[in-house]
């Protein structure tokens, strides 16, 4: 047998279809379950700790009791003595906790803040970089490439780490977080904004077209009714999604509740994380409920 | 006097992929006249309708509507301003040519007015605030046409047959000089067929009228001359008063793929109804 034929010999096969298709798929993907387990069982990092059911008890026992309810039943004369008795200080628990819920409210508003002013910050940047991508625009290819790189790298890279990137760049505070959402939610926008524009009935603006219309006024009467609900609606859910993501970004200095968190997680302080852990729940919840309820109401 | 010509065809071919869609040496529509296509699926009438909105390119030939020279071999091309003031002077009743499906049918019908420059300042086209007497006129174009009630409903919740009695008062706010129309009342029951004719017949009345007509029943609304088409070219142009049936039905058994759809579909009672109206 020659070479050429030894290299010839095995047809290419068909590409999987179907059923057959789809097993493979499945097979492959149990393969690569079942290697990531047995590597880490290989390495011995498969375990839940010494004594993971006394931990998790404990843990519940310390968050079941949240920090705040010591603003109706903490001491009010808690007193601080020394070994041989003398009285070193008197803490009123009541004074401390409200003097603690004054700061996690104020954390809550930078959140809220960081949130609201970094989504707008990406709805702004992402708008020429949709408009770029959308394909029905035909926009020049190099741009439409260079456009959907720049979204594409802002949305592979993490929230918090153009956070930590920033905070090294404009310093500790809510400036970093503001921009870090504005980052990576740049690459979100970009993506939503190009796929309204792409779903546009193009029969409907040819239609104001044939009727004589200026550019701008089939701009105004075609493009923009059908987008702007479209943008709003994406704008909210965007919106609501950092709210979440803004929870976590003082865990790097980037100012908000996150800064409680790892504040109370270093302090082992659980009834007060518990306390800050409701806090996100209820904003976060509140949040999605009016949003969800205006993107309905707009659709 | 004769009146103005509004389209002008001299030697116009159309080529698409090598092969000629159509072929006319020559055609004269005169302002006023109400002239119908008739003709098989694929015998030219919509190449020629694309032809006269200048979405189809003559490969050879000269095409001129109202004025304007719409080939590529004109002395003067024409300008982006030309081709706006040409799309308001020529009204479309078209299949593909939808609604803004977010706006109310009211804003909808307004849509037609954007060209009225001097009556429509340009802040108040693109806010859509528009003034009161243009308001009113589109109102009473949806009243017309039995939508009154409609006004304020969204375009993508009407029905097929609402949406193109909209599509109809938008072209009555247009005041178009030449209307083009392809099977403009595809979507409707008998009764709003009838009224949709009179409508466009109306719209006509001061305008030249250019219809693709697949209801022989609506040949006396819509048209006072009958242009046949078989296979790219004009097979007849004649007055429909001197028309036959016999040479209607021999228009769509020519080609054997071609079904009778122009005898046959508009349901009975309408048609007699209408060819009892307009004998």
């Known amino acids: 047998m020659s070479l050429a034929a030894l290299v010839a010999e095995p047809a290419p096969s068909p590409a999987p279809r179907g059923r057959l298709g789809f097993a493979a798929l499945a097979l492959a993907y149990g393969a690569l379950v079942l290697l990531c387990l047995a590597t880490l069982a290989a390495a011995g990092d498969l375990s839940l700790g010494r004594n993971p059911w006394d931990n998790l008890l404990r843990s519940l026992a310390d968050f079941a009791r949240p920090s705040f309810l010591d603003l109706w039943f903490g001491a009010e004369r808690l007193e601080y003595r020394s070994d041989d008795g003398r009285l070193l200080r008197v803490e009123d628990r009541r004074a401390v906790e409200a003097s603690y819920l004054a700061g996690l409210a104020r954390a809550t508003w930078v959140t809220f803040q960081i949130a609201t002013l970094g989504s707008l910050l990406a709805a702004l940047l992402a708008l020429p970089l949709g408009l770029l991508t959308a394909r029905n625009l035909g926009a020049p290819r190099p741009l439409a490439w260079a456009a959907k790189g720049v979204l594409d790298v802002a949305r592979a890279v993490h929230t918090l780490v153009f956070g930590l990137v920033l905070v090294g760049i404009v310093g500790l505070g809510p400036t970093a977080g503001i921009l870090a959402i504005a980052l990576h939610s740049m690459g979100t926008y970009g993506k939503l904004y190009a796929e309204s524009i792409e779903s546009l009935d193009m ?68 009834g007060r994380l518990a306390t800050v852990l409701l806090v996100v729940i209820a904003l976060v919840i509140a949040f999605d409920a009016l949003s969800r309820r205006i993107r309905r109401a707009l659709q | ?126 806010t859509r605030l528009y003034p009161a007497p243009l308001v009113g006129e589109a109102e009473a174009a949806l009243a017309r046409l039995g939508l009154a009630a409609r006004a304020g409903t969204r375009a993508d919740r009407l029905s097929g047959g609402e949406r193109q009695k909209v599509g109809l008062a938008r072209l ?76 209607l039905a021999a228009l769509y058994r020519a080609p054997a793929s071609a079904a009778g759809e122009l005898l046959d579909d508009l349901p009975g009672a309408a048609a007699a109804r209408l060819a009892a109206a307009h004998p």
């Open chain 2, 172 to 247: 009555m706010l247009q005041r178009p000089r030449l209307l083009l129309a392809d099977e403009p009342t595809s979507a409707l029951d008998p009764a709003s067929t009838e009224l949709a004719a009179a409508v466009l017949r109306e719209a006509a009345s001061r305008a030249t009228l250019v219809s693709v007509v697949h209801h022989a029943a609506l040949l006396p609304l819509l048209a006072d001359r009958v242009i046949g088409l078989a296979g790219g070219g004009i097979v007849f142009d004649r007055p429909r008063a001197g028309l036959d049936d016999e040479r």
């Open chain 2, 1 to 126: 006097m004769t009146p103005p010509a509004v389209i002008r065809l001299q030697g116009v071919t159309v080529e698409a992929g090598g092969r000629v869609l159509l072929q006319v040496p020559e055609l004269l529509i005169r302002a006023g006249e109400r002239v119908a296509l008739v003709g098989a699926n694929g015998a030219g009438k919509s190449t020629l309708l694309r032809l006269l909105t200048g979405l189809a390119v003559p490969a050879r030939g000269e095409v001129e509507v109202l004025g304007r020279r719409l080939d590529a071999a004109a002395p003067r091309p024409l300008s982006r301003a030309g081709w706006r003031a040409l799309r308001a002077e020529v009204g479309q009743v078209m299949q593909g040519l939808h609604l803004v499906p977010r706006l109310s049918a009211l804003e909808n019908v307004l849509v037609g007015a954007l060209a009225r420059r001097d009556e429509l300042p340009a802040w108040r086209s693109w």
């Open chain 1, 203 to 270: 029969a409907a603006v040819e239609a104001v077209r044939a009727t004589g219309a200026t550019p701008l006024q089939v701009f105004f009467n075609a493009v923009w009714p059908s987008v702007l609900p479209q943008f709003v609606g994406n704008h909210l859910y965007v919106w609501e999604f950092n709210i979440r993501d803004s929870t976590i970004l003082g865990l790097i200095g980037a100012g908000g509740l996150g800064l409680l968190i790892s504040e109370a997680v270093s302090l082992f302080q659980w």
